[in-house]
């Protein structure tokens, strides 16, 4: 089944500690996106890539990184992560243009982060 | 004002009655409305997405659009209790250059 796909489901680092996560997808959609959830909070986008074409949200702090090395795979890091960076995060997929598409999003199962 | 609202429940329903979530946008230009389901622990996904003022059915969901007053709803008929869960609105503004969730409001269907 086409799908996003997201790993690992839970993530447990120290706090500091460069943490990475990852997705892929099988949908071949061009646009990939980053979101943080904290609990009983609306999904906060991070950052999108249209095709390569890398889109940060202006409020995303510069402790946030992300790669998309190909259509298939994207990365997000967290270069020092803090207890404020507790949280879900979670990939979706969509089709669409330089600016936000119409389309709606397919979201992954997410990564659940923990800092020790 | 948050620029995408919905009250965060819980929204209790008794099993088989429908279920009426709402949700307000401050961008009055903003095309594109969606609403997610979303369990304790999962991640969201997609139930209806609406474009044109009026109403949109499937199966036992209906979206409502109303771009005058800046509101869109979602009934939910026949609640079952597996439709418990926390129910995200999300839309496009006019600037398409950013998807807004509002926070989620949390259903209940008591049995």
């Known amino acids: 089944d086409a799908m996003v796909i997201q790993n690992p489901r839970y993530q447990v680092t120290q706090f500091g500690k460069p943490v990475t996560l990852s997705c892929s997808q099988t949908l071949n959609h061009n646009v990939m996106y980053w979101y943080q959830q904290k609990s009983s909070q609306a999904p906060k986008l991070l950052f999108h890539?249209?095709?390569?074409?890398?889109?940060n949200e202006a409020d995303t702090p510069d402790n946030f990184q992300s790669r998309r090395p190909n259509t298939s795979f994207c990365f997000l890091d967290i270069r020092s992560p803090g207890l404020g960076d507790a949280a879900m995060y979670l990939c979706?997929?969509?089709?669409?243009?330089?600016?936000?598409?119409?389309?709606?999003?397919?979201f992954g199962d997410g990564t659940r982060l923990s800092i020790l | 004002q948050k620029e995408v609202e919905q009250n965060s429940g819980p929204l209790s329903v008794p099993e088989g009655a429908i279920a009426s979530l709402n949700c307000t946008y401050s961008?009055?230009?903003?095309?594109?409305f969606f609403w997610y389901r979303q369990y304790s622990g999962k991640s969201p996904e997609l139930i209806m997405f609406?474009?044109?003022?009026g109403d949109k059915e499937d199966g036992r969901f209906t979206a409502q659009l109303n771009k005058a007053s800046q509101y869109v709803s979602l009934l939910i008929r026949d609640s079952q209790p597996s439709d418990s869960a926390t129910y995200l609105c999300?839309?496009?503004?006019?600037?398409?250059?950013?998807?807004?969730f509002g926070s989620g409001t949390r259903l209940s269907i008591r049995p």
């Open positions: 961008d009055r230009g903003s095309q594109s």
């Open positions: 979706a997929t969509g089709r669409g243009g330089r600016v936000y598409s119409n389309q709606p999003q397919h």
């Open positions: 890539y249209y095709d390569k074409d890398f889109n």
């Open positions: 999300a839309v496009i503004g006019s600037s398409a250059s950013k998807i807004i």
């Open positions: 609406i474009y044109s003022n």
